[in-house]
């Protein structure tokens, strides 16, 4: 099957957290971090973000830096990679910020198939990236797909043109991607700080096979500014 490369983009604590402990959008990287994400921004075609993230934050990240901008002029690319919201029911509050920044927007539907209602069935882990209920799709989106599996989801945005997608999170959809084995790279940012509580970027209840749980390796190791630490793992 043909699919796009997808890299898993995170900022997490050292003990491996994406918020504090009371919730809320994870904000936690600081300048070096937000260097290396418009890095990673410039390589995409597309990123992927679960709706219950952007819910959260309001927004997405954009590339600022004039000669990444350069870069994607140069190569023939928008300024902005195409920005994917990923959800089970299509609700995505058209007041939010998002709406208005200036990128185009698609929508990336995921559907149980019929008859599949039991959350610990095998097939439904890659599906609970959104618990709201099913009602008619937002608008505002230029793009849609409509699809019951990742491997459905992911040959339609090849077909689509899009050959390097970035994974913004959150964690439901990096475990559903990770459950299936659908991730090719991860970009993690260590951030000094210690936040304890239950925001793993990996939640307690992922399911991993062997090949998501070992078989990384270590392409990358680069020093950020404020003491943060980038790291980049490839899949052997």
Do not use: K
Request: charge should be neutral; proline fraction near 8%; hydrophobic fraction near 45%.
């Amino acid at each position: 099957m043909s699919r796009p490369e997808l890299r898993l983009v995170l900022a997490i604590s050292l003990d491996g957290r994406l918020a504090a402990a009371e919730g809320g959008a994870a904000q936690i990287g600081g300048a070096g971090d937000r260097q290396v994400l418009e890095e990673a921004l410039a390589w995409a075609d597309a990123v992927l973000l679960g709706a219950q993230t952007l819910r959260l934050h309001g927004s997405t990240c954009l590339i600022h830096r004039p000669e990444l901008l350069r870069q994607r002029s140069a190569a023939g690319l928008a300024p902005q990679p195409l920005a994917i919201v990923v959800s089970r029911s299509g609700v995505v509050p058209p007041e939010l910020p998002f709406f208005q920044q200036p990128l185009e927007r698609g929508l990336l539907l995921l559907e149980p198939p019929p008859g599949l209602h039991r959350l610990h069935q095998p097939l439904e882990r890659g599906l609970r990236l959104d618990p709201a209920p099913p009602r008619p799709a937002a608008s505002g989106f230029g793009r849609r797909w409509c699809c019951c599996v990742w491997s459905e989801a992911l040959a339609q945005l090849a077909a689509a043109g899009l050959e390097r997608l970035v994974v913004l999170g959150g964690a439901s959809l990096a475990a559903s991607l990770l459950a299936e084995n659908w991730l090719d790279e991860l970009q993690l940012t260590l951030c000094p700080r210690l936040l304890g509580g239950p925001h793993s970027w990996l939640g307690a209840d992922a399911r991993l096979d062997l090949a998501s749980q070992n078989g990384w390796r270590l392409v990358e190791q680069r020093p950020l500014l404020g003491e943060e630490l980038l790291v980049r793992y490839r899949r052997v």
